[in-house]
């Protein structure tokens, strides 16, 4: 899985506790993403990160808050979960926008997380 | 606003026939395009991309696509399907235009292929 992992691969937690995901990659890659898996949904975007500490909101956003202090490391946080959140999240790494090649994201291999 | 289309959620062919995977796509300004597949319980895996040039592109695991900027599609296809290409299979479009948000996907809901022995 491209020198991504993700951690921890499983969970369970309870609604209005906050969970924290781990995004961690080899590649040096500039770009992270993180978006959750839903039946019938795809993948959405949650939050993205352009560069150390720069990060942005993606299509659904709310109820999750992101932060990157490493090139390396990208955290997603469920502030106060709720079970609309119960999902499986993947993180996704990118080189960079320079060159068409660059915008190619490779995936980790997924945390699926239950909000009872 | 970017989006894309699988028209069909589940996709059954016989093992040796040839399969095809409908995408099609609307975005402002040029598209990159690409199709990800995913086994279960597995994060997604790269199978190729059209970024410019020749419509037809290929990929890995002998699977090909073609672009046709008229229809807006990208269909994935394989002359001659394998059990073990049965997936979750996921086309995605970014847009390629200077000015375009950090290479932001967008992906459909994906079609599940089944190829029976």
């Known amino acids: 899985d491209a020198g991504i992992t993700q951690s921890p691969r499983h969970k369970v937690t309870e609604t209005g506790t906050p969970v924290t995901l781990r995004c961690h990659q080899t590649e040096n890659h500039r770009y992270m993403y993180w978006y959750r898996q839903d039946p019938g949904h795809g993948l959405r975007l949650i939050h993205y990160?352009?560069?150390?500490?720069?990060?942005d909101k993606g299509e659904v956003s709310d109820g999750y808050s992101v932060s990157r202090s490493k090139t390396e490391d990208f955290l997603l946080t469920l502030e106060s979960a709720t079970s609309s959140q119960t999902s499986v999240y993947f993180c996704?790494?990118?080189?960079?926008?320079?060159?068409?090649?660059?915008?190619?994201?490779?995936f980790g291999p997924g945390t699926r997380l239950l909000v009872l | 606003a970017q989006s894309v289309a699988q028209p069909e959620d589940q996709v059954n062919v016989a093992e040796g026939n040839p399969l095809t995977v409908k995408c099609t796509y609307s975005?402002?300004?040029?598209?990159?395009l690409f199709w990800y597949v995913q086994y279960p319980n597995r994060g997604l895996q790269f199978l190729l991309k059209?970024?410019?040039?020749?419509?037809l592109v290929k990929g890995s695991y002998g699977f090909e696509a073609e672009f046709n900027k008229s229809q807006t599609s990208f269909h994935l296809k394989k002359p001659s399907a394998l059990v073990s290409d049965s997936a979750l299979y996921f086309c995605?479009?970014?847009?390629?235009?200077?000015?375009?948000?950090?290479?932001?996907?967008?992906f459909g809901r994906g079609t599940q292929l089944t190829v029976w022995p």
């Open positions: 990160s352009y560069g150390v500490k720069d990060t």
């Open positions: 996704a790494i990118s080189p960079g926008l320079a060159g068409g090649s660059a915008q190619t994201q490779y």
């Open positions: 059209y970024i410019t040039g020749d419509n």
């Open positions: 975005v402002s300004g040029n598209p990159y």
């Open positions: 995605a479009v970014s847009q390629a235009d200077r000015g375009s948000t950090l290479g932001r996907l967008y």
